[in-house]
């Protein structure tokens, strides 16, 4: 199965259409306000309004409340949810239920006791990202691909965590995720996109699809 792509940090209208272009799968909107990479609400509904038809639409956030986040599902169209904080089963099946959308889950990994601790998450997906104390993501950090590829998962694995043009085949070679997700990796700044490094990650994440087959 083809490795599909995650770009995240999508903060506006013309990267979200430059990623879509490379081949994105779902685009990342933070809605955490301590992030530097957080997209305004008005900015979020244009992106929504203009691919969510393309591809999926995921909204990132971290210890908001319930109505927060089925408000902000409603207005953009968003299809995916991806909870990056301290958020338990229950908070996930429930939002779910709620607000129409699939959840991502998002686990901060350091040992193996993480990824036996994350098997007690039925989310639709698991993203795997690195831990950096009180960071909650975006750190830029890559995780144990290694300890990855030993997890024995329920939910389809987005891997995260530090990932670039220049290190992404490997990854996948690796842990062979359902999907890869993107952030500073593919940026010129924070919360903007260089059509450059997009374009890079695509081929290299074709080319170690190319690499299995073969």
């Not at 995921?58 to 599902?73: C, H, L, Q, S």
């Not at 997700?181 to 919360?191: R, V």
């Amino acid at each position: 199965m083809a490795t599909r792509i995650k770009h995240c940090g999508i903060t506006r209208l013309q990267d979200a259409h430059l990623a879509a272009e490379a081949g994105a799968w779902a685009l990342g909107m933070i809605f955490w306000p301590g992030s530097p990479r957080r997209c305004e609400l008005g900015e979020a509904q244009m992106i929504g309004s203009a691919l969510r038809r393309t591809v999926h639409l995921a909204g990132v956030f971290v210890n908001a409340r319930m109505e927060e986040i089925d408000a902000v599902v409603q207005s953009v169209g968003l299809d995916l949810v991806q909870l990056h904080g301290d958020e338990g089963p229950a908070f996930c099946a429930e939002i779910a239920r709620r607000s129409g959308a699939k959840v991502i889950k998002a686990v901060r990994v350091r040992s193996r006791a993480t990824l036996q601790a994350a098997a007690a998450y039925h989310s639709d997906f698991l993203l795997f990202d690195a831990h950096v104390e009180g960071v909650p993501g975006g750190t830029g950090e890559t995780i144990d691909w290694e300890l990855v590829r030993q997890a024995r998962l329920d939910a389809p694995l987005i891997l995260s965590g530090g990932l670039t043009p220049a290190n992404v085949a490997d990854a996948v070679a690796a842990t062979k995720p359902f999907a890869v997700d993107a952030a500073s990796g593919t940026e010129s700044a924070p919360g903007i996109k260089d059509p450059e490094k997009l374009k890079a990650f695509q081929e290299a994440v074709r080319g170690a699809q190319v690499a299995q087959a073969s």
